[in-house]
């Protein structure tokens, strides 16, 4: 997308993660935990990808978009369609954007990348908002629980 800005990428804590669970430190089921609120979001807004899940293998990931910002208000949190995002980039100055990738099979789910979208990346104005832990991302939504307690335990 044209406004896309402050990219950050989970790929790297993607791979560390499946490295424990191949490791034998870290179990199926705290990696496979999404909440049935992500998997319906992922069934009604997700966005298909050719992807295979890497915890099963037997169905494709969906990517879940969600959006938060000042300027939503009460649409903060929700998940959209990647349809949507460009239109909701022209409407408003600045919101930040996750993206989770979803397994409907065994539930496996991890936070791929967040990023700002908005008017204000057209004209070069407006930094970003307040910096987000490179680990959290700052989504409790998106982050699954048993993710969150990890990060506590190695804190």
């Given at each position: 997308?044209?406004?896309?800005?402050?990219?950050?990428?989970?790929?790297l804590?993607?791979?560390?993660v499946?490295r424990?669970?191949?490791?034998?430190?870290?179990g199926?089921?705290?990696?496979c935990?999404?909440?049935?609120?992500?998997?319906n979001?992922?069934?009604?807004?997700g966005e298909?990808?050719?992807?295979?899940?890497p915890?099963c293998?037997?169905?494709?990931?969906i990517?879940?978009?969600?959006?938060?910002?000042d300027?939503?208000?009460?649409?903060?949190?929700?998940?959209?369609?990647l349809?949507?995002?460009?239109?909701?980039?022209?409407?408003?100055?600045?919101f930040?954007?996750?993206v989770?990738?979803?397994c409907?099979?065994?539930?496996?789910?991890?936070?791929?990348?967040?990023?700002?979208?908005g008017r204000?990346?057209?004209?070069?104005?407006?930094?970003?908002g307040?910096d987000?832990?490179?680990?959290?991302?700052?989504?409790?939504?998106?982050?699954?629980?048993?993710?969150r307690r990890r990060r506590?335990?190695?804190?």
């Amino acid at each position: 997308m044209r406004t896309q800005r402050q990219v950050v990428d989970y790929s790297l804590q993607k791979r560390a993660v499946l490295r424990e669970l191949l490791a034998g430190r870290v179990g199926t089921y705290d990696v496979c935990d999404a909440s049935p609120y992500l998997k319906n979001a992922a069934r009604f807004h997700g966005e298909p990808t050719d992807e295979r899940c890497p915890i099963c293998r037997s169905e494709n990931l969906i990517h879940v978009h969600y959006i938060y910002g000042d300027e939503l208000k009460q649409s903060a949190g929700q998940a959209r369609t990647l349809a949507e995002l460009p239109v909701l980039a022209m409407t408003l100055r600045e919101f930040q954007v996750f993206v989770v990738e979803v397994c409907l099979g065994c539930d496996w789910n991890h936070l791929v990348e967040q990023f700002l979208l908005g008017r204000d990346g057209l004209t070069g104005g407006g930094e970003g908002g307040p910096d987000q832990d490179a680990v959290g991302g700052g989504n409790a939504a998106a982050t699954a629980p048993a993710t969150r307690r990890r990060r506590e335990a190695q804190r």
